[in-house]
């Protein structure tokens, strides 16, 4: 998200978290187009979420305090004791891990008690926005307490059916490139959709 009209417009569906991709790399950057204002103007209601990639510590920070982040998604190779170091900053963070069938979920011990939410997205060429599921059938090895944002390829379709996984520790479905008209501009009607897929339940959340 960066389109400042695009943004508000969103923001009238009510989504329970909006990101913000602070990655130059990324086709989705949100350079110098992101307002401020607006988004510290946002309602308690949906957090704001910011993305990056590898950044430093001064680059995450910075950004925390200039836009009002509630979040920061760790998108890269961050390992615990940077997560460590970000928390103690008072930092909010939701810990990204590429998904295949071979993810050693063991690994996620040691970033447990410095963060607030893990993400599990698809493993591809990409830091996230590859289009693409992973086989679901492998979160039945996840065995820790900690909720965990769902993300890769999410679409109308399979939205419904992440539901249905039960007895898991979902918290939301996390969704990109299927719901853009194109690469940070998002398809508002879509989304309505999504929302309406899940809203009555209140069981999982929407992260945009």
Not at 2 to 30: C, H, Q, T
Not at 33 to 46: A, I, R, Y
Not at 131 to 142: C, E, I, N, P
Not at 183 to 194: A, Q, R
Request: hydrophobic share 40%.
């Amino acid at each position: 998200m960066r389109n400042a009209e695009n943004i508000k417009e969103l923001l009238e569906l009510g989504p329970d978290y909006m990101g913000f991709i602070f990655f130059e790399k990324s086709s989705r950057f949100v350079g110098e187009e992101l307002d401020e204002e607006l988004l510290k103007s946002f309602p308690h209601t949906v957090k704001k979420v910011g993305v990056f990639v590898n950044a430093t510590q001064a680059y995450i920070l910075d950004k925390v305090k200039r836009y009002a982040l509630d979040y920061v998604q760790l998108h890269g190779e961050e390992m615990p004791d940077f997560c460590r170091n970000l928390k103690f900053k008072g930092v909010n963070i939701i810990k990204a891990f590429s998904i295949d069938s071979q993810f050693n979920f063991g690994k996620l011990l040691n970033y447990k008690p410095y963060c607030d939410y893990f993400l599990f997205d698809t493993k591809g060429d990409l830091k996230g926005g590859n289009g693409t599921t992973f086989d679901w059938a492998v979160l039945r090895r996840y065995d820790n307490d900690k909720p965990f944002f769902l993300a890769g390829g999410i679409d109308l379709d399979n939205a419904s059916k992440a539901m249905e996984l039960t007895g898991l520790k979902i918290h939301s479905l996390d969704v990109n490139s299927k719901f853009e008209l194109a690469p940070g501009l998002k398809d508002i009607p879509k989304i309505n959709e999504l929302i309406k897929i899940l809203k009555p339940t209140e069981a999982i959340l929407t992260s945009i």
